[in-house]
């Protein structure tokens, strides 16, 4: 995925509390921009990137300041002082072993990840967080790492499938994923198409789309690390979006190809079209969650995988999308 918003130099020493109502967001693949903003509601747009602080709602505001605290301390990569943040949101917010009923359900919906037979990287964790309150379960997955950033000191690729289930909690009633800081619900054909959510995965960039995912649009921008490769600020459809992809890494190839962290790595993609979107291998991550047993009860998914999970440093990223909490299933424009 393109992990977007990189390479801060702000030192942590000069970190300071009122950072708990910081959004930094890096545009494209150079410069800053730091802007004061509260803690949002959550909200879905079929085309642009979502707010990355914003809260289910279902926690204290207390919590809800520390979790933010700790987001901003995290995406600046000063992970002392996010750990002790995260460590204060789980202590006014408490999370929960899964149950083994529950256990078994974030199991039994584990999402199947397509990859194309030449995929890079392997998936190294899975996390699954279900909601406290509501039918719904997030998959946090980890691939060894992005093709296009081997030198952002975080050592993995982080991607999100949601899963929302009926209320007896026995089928999926709709799912949506992670797309390069944009949430893409699956259209119904592709909910119906398996008691599983079924989603296609980008090859060395993990940008994680439904089944069917041809016709979503989003609207692309100068985050993009393709910008200059299909048009911007308008909606576009994802066929035209990974053909961007495509023309990048197929012509010029990946980011930052002369550094040594990335020396065994593929410069380029040297299949065709076709084998670029051959999404054909799969990749069950059920096996790892029933091994490893990384599965929580909480609204604060990345505090539990910061404290409670995983030894490395991953990019913490949006907890819960607003498109669950919504009524009536929505056919992308």
Avoid at 119 to 136: C, Y
Avoid at 146 to 152: A, H, L, R, S
Avoid at 286 to 310: D, Q, S
Wanted: proline share 7%; hydrophobic share 40%.
């Amino acid at each position: 995925m393109s992990k977007g918003f990189r390479s801060l130099a702000i030192p942590c020493l000069a970190f300071s509390i009122f950072v708990v109502a910081l959004y930094v967001e890096r545009a494209g693949a150079g410069g800053t921009s730091c802007t004061a903003s509260v803690m949002p509601a959550l909200s879905l747009s079929s085309q642009e990137r979502q707010e990355p602080t914003a809260s289910c709602g279902c926690g204290s505001t207390e919590a809800d300041r520390a979790n933010a605290e700790a987001w901003a301390a995290h995406r600046m990569r000063c992970l002392d002082k996010a750990s002790a943040a995260y460590d204060r949101v789980l202590t006014l917010a408490p999370p929960r072993r899964a149950t083994a009923k529950e256990r078994a359900l974030a199991e039994t919906f584990a999402p199947l990840l397509m990859t194309t037979h030449s995929e890079p990287f392997a998936l190294k964790d899975v996390v699954a967080v279900l909601h406290p309150t509501k039918p719904w379960i997030a998959y946090h997955l980890f691939w060894d790492d992005d093709i296009d950033f081997p030198d952002d000191n975080d050592p993995s690729d982080h991607e999100i499938v949601w899963v929302q289930l009926d209320e007896k909690r026995q089928r999926m009633v709709r799912y949506a994923t992670y797309f390069h800081g944009r949430v893409l619900e699956a259209p119904p054909a592709a909910v119906a198409r398996s008691g599983r959510p079924e989603v296609a995965v980008q090859w060395g960039k993990h940008g994680t789309m439904p089944w069917f995912w041809h016709d979503l649009t989003i609207a692309a921008d100068s985050g993009d690390v393709e910008a200059s490769y299909y048009p911007l600020g308008r909606p576009i459809t994802l066929d035209v979006y990974n053909k961007g992809i495509y023309r990048k890494l197929s012509t010029v190839g990946r980011r930052h190809q002369e550094s040594p962290l990335g020396k065994s790595w593929p410069k380029k993609f040297t299949g065709t079209w076709e084998q670029f979107i051959d999404f054909s291998r799969l990749v069950d991550p059920g096996g790892l969650l029933a091994r490893k047993r990384m599965i929580e009860v909480t609204c604060y998914a990345n505090a539990v995988i910061n404290r409670k999970f995983l030894r490395y440093n991953f990019r913490p990223k949006l907890e819960w999308p607003e498109s669950l909490s919504s009524s009536k299933v929505k056919d992308r424009p």
